[in-house]
């Protein structure tokens, strides 16, 4: 009995101690970032007791208990939104659309030109979807650990270096654009940055005039980021990938929305704790964008509008580009409305699924309104109450509506395409200059409807880079090695960390007709001949003082060396940081050629398929040590593990420093494919670049420049056909 009652006794403390936690018995409980809507605006089945009728009553109980919540959880946190009403922050408030944008798009960097073309860039965004209000340039993953340059380093390695960088955000401000950089907390397996990555981070921005800052895989970029950059007299601001705490929203002035969709939508938990923070719903997969743009546009918020997904294109389509141009029209026009304090959600509608948000703001009152369901609705769509000389307009439509007056109240009949959008505005007399220039925008804008622009999504095709052929050889030329050639079953993968096996993951081989992660393909080779070992810093050198060439893009280049020659002592081993165009004028020179990749895994494999150059099981004596610190030491010899030699005898194919094969384009990116990996490997996070030390695995670095391709792990060797 003693027993028992001493359990009852601890069961019921522990209640006492969790119960002030959940505090109220909130119905309507935040799920993540989401907070769910009335529930009268669910579908119920007769099994389930049928639909809930939707009252003024419910409503106003639902309106009552979110208004509740959000006062109680401000309380809780010691909310200050002192952060937002900065001059220098005000901006992310009317900043609706925002990209996430790889710095290796080929409309943002034209390799041949040498120069950044961001007019080029916005150009086409304007066209194809109304344009944007901030970028966020992505410089890091996923080419990020293929040396130990860190997140910092990435950025300092685009064209022109830091100075560069600084020049291409001002192109993006003389448009009127705001610039974000990422960060990335796990980035702790690179280059020591020397100082704590606050100060690090707010100093390389105030250097590029850059105004905020993404945190990748972060749940709130912590108050320190904040500081740091008040402290250089230079405030950023930050936008966390995942949801912020509550007491964290007071400095992060930005949110990605990564939303589970519904039928109804969900209201936004940190845009109604705080109306001025801009969310940009974030869904980079999916390939139809309603759904991101319906809950955007009802909460008032914006869309991170990323098309090149880690160098895979998943473009817009007709029919949702000319949806983003209607929604970020709209509301750009009205954007003081959409940070009201006053903003009620699930403002109540007449017809089923139609979902509207009002905005008050001074003496006049929007309306943002989605339509849920996959038909057009007409005819009666809400009730408001009668105001003396107030008048309505369908903003959306650019026309004046006639309010349906009945008793105390007058109704707003208006039609709203299937999964389309609408606005109505309120207000005492004649709407103003801006209001009447929106209206003629509008309705010279939806003069078709949405449903006449085609909703099919495509992939881009890409195209192998041609290789051209050598002069054949007659003999075996001095350190090359002859491969027969003959039948082979060419089976390969890409090891991309995400994109799963989508359509537009890896490349395209000429004899596909898409893109994608497994290949396998039966061929017949040619004889050729292959270097026995990578193309040395003594081979390089030659050729140097030779050609005396000097690449246009010369940052980064032979990174390693100094005063024109390479370090004592490193004469056999391979030569690095060389773009693919240094390698290719290497090959020139030498009379050779850049290898295929299949010509590359066919020296490595041979014809029984072994799973690495020296056999099918893992050999550690074959392979460099690998390289697990901060700093890279630098390659092994090219002849150090002889152990590690193919079938024909080709040496240093896996493990030391990953080579230069094939490249590929697409409209909108350039990649190399590299093989054989290297004995770098920087650790603590899955998101590093990864090796691909089996013959059956290749890499993918998507390329940008010279100066940002060149890599202290990454080398080359040539082959010459044969007769």
């Avoid at 905020?212 to 972060?218: A, C, K, V, Y």
């Avoid at 139609?354 to 006049?364: D, G, K, L, N, T």
């Avoid at 290497?586 to 072994?610: I, M, N, T, V």
Wanted: charged share 25%; aromatic share 12%.
């Amino acid at each position: 009995m003693k027993v028992q009652c001493s359990r009852a006794i601890l069961a019921l403390f522990a209640a006492s101690v969790t119960l002030p936690a959940m505090a109220q018995d909130w119905r309507y409980q935040p799920r993540e970032q989401q907070i769910p809507p009335p529930e009268c605006l669910s579908m119920h089945f007769p099994w389930e007791g049928g639909n809930i009728l939707c009252t003024d009553k419910t409503h106003q109980e639902w309106l009552k208990a979110v208004t509740d919540w959000r006062t109680e959880r401000r309380i809780r946190v010691g909310y200050d939104g002192a952060r937002y009403a900065m001059p220098a922050l005000q901006w992310t408030q009317s900043s609706f659309i925002q990209p996430q944008m790889m710095v290796h798009d080929r409309y943002f960097y034209d390799p041949v030109a040498g120069k950044y073309t961001v007019d080029r860039y916005l150009d086409d965004l304007e066209k194809r979807y109304g344009g944007i209000d901030a970028v966020l340039i992505w410089a890091t993953y996923p080419n990020m650990g293929i040396d130990n340059r860190n997140q910092q380093d990435m950025v300092r390695s685009m064209p022109g270096g830091v100075e560069g960088v600084r020049q291409m955000v001002a192109d993006f401000h003389r448009r009127r654009v705001k610039v974000l950089f990422p960060i990335m907390m796990w980035d702790q397996g690179t280059r020591e940055p020397g100082k704590d990555w606050p100060t690090a981070t707010a100093e390389l921005m105030k250097e590029i005039d850059a105004d905020g800052i993404n945190g990748d895989t972060q749940d709130g970029v912590p108050l320190a980021f904040s500081l740091a950059a008040d402290k250089v007299d230079h405030p950023l601001a930050f936008e966390p990938e995942d949801g912020p705490s509550d007491e964290a929203l007071a400095w992060n002035v930005l949110t990605w929305g990564q939303y589970k969709f519904q039928f109804a939508p969900t209201l936004d938990k940190y845009r109604w704790m705080e109306p001025r923070h801009q969310v940009n719903i974030q869904g980079r997969w999916n390939r139809d964008k309603t759904d991101d743009l319906q809950y955007a546009f009802f909460n008032g918020e914006g869309w991170e509008s990323w098309e090149n997904v880690w160098g895979i294109w998943n473009g817009v389509t007709p029919r949702d580009g000319e949806a983003t141009r209607r929604m970020a029209t709209m509301e750009r026009a009205v954007a003081p409305f959409l940070i009201s304090p006053g903003w009620e959600p699930f403002y109540p509608t007449h017809m089923y699924g139609i979902f509207a948000s009002r905005w008050p703001h001074e003496s006049q009152t929007i309306w943002t309104i989605v339509n849920r369901n996959e038909y057009d609705v007409q005819g009666r769509q809400m009730t408001v109450p009668i105001a003396q000389g107030v008048r309505y307009f369908d903003l959306y439509h650019g026309v004046e509506l006639t309010p349906q007056v009945e008793g105390d109240n007058a109704v707003l009949s208006f039609p709203i395409e299937a999964h389309g959008f609408g606005m109505v505005l309120a207000t005492p007399g004649e709407p103003d200059a801006a209001m009447q220039q929106l209206m003629a925008k509008m309705k010279a804008m939806t003069s078709q409807p949405l449903s006449s622009y085609s909703h099919e999504w495509k992939t881009v095709t890409q195209q192998q880079v041609e290789i051209a052929a050598t002069q054949p050889a007659t003999s075996e030329p001095e350190g090359m090695i002859k491969i027969a050639g003959g039948e082979y079953v060419f089976r390969v993968q890409g090891i991309e960390v995400e994109g799963s096996d989508d359509v537009g993951v890896d490349v395209q081989f000429p004899w596909e007709d898409t893109p994608r992660r497994f290949h396998e393909h039966r061929m017949e080779l040619k004889p050729y001949y292959i270097d026995k070992y990578p193309v040395t810093n003594a081979d390089f050198k030659k050729f140097m003082d030779a050609t005396h060439y000097r690449p246009s893009d010369g940052l980064n280049f032979l990174k390693d060396w100094t005063n024109g020659s390479y370090p004592q002592g490193w004469d056999k081993k391979p030569v690095t940081w060389v773009s693919v165009e240094d390698a290719r004028a290497y090959a020139k020179w030498a009379g050779k050629r850049l290898p295929h990749e299949w010509e590359w895994q066919f020296a490595a494999q041979g014809s029984d398929g072994r799973v690495y150059p020296w056999g099918s099981a893992w050999d550690a004596r074959a392979v460099p040590a690998p390289d697990q610190s901060r700093t890279m030491r630098g390659p092994d010899n090219v002849d150090a593990h002889p152990t590690g030699a193919s079938p024909s005898g080709v040496m240093d194919l896996v493990g030391n420093v990953w080579q230069w094969t094939d490249e590929y384009v697409d409209e909108r990116t350039r990649s190399g494919i590299l093989r054989g990996g290297s004995y770098y490997q920087p650790q603590g996070s899955i998101w590093y670049f990864p090796q691909a030390y089996r013959n059956d695995n290749h890499g993918k670095l998507l390329m940008m420049s010279p100066s940002y391709d060149r890599s202290g792990a990454l080398g080359f060797r040539c082959v010459k056909d044969a007769q």
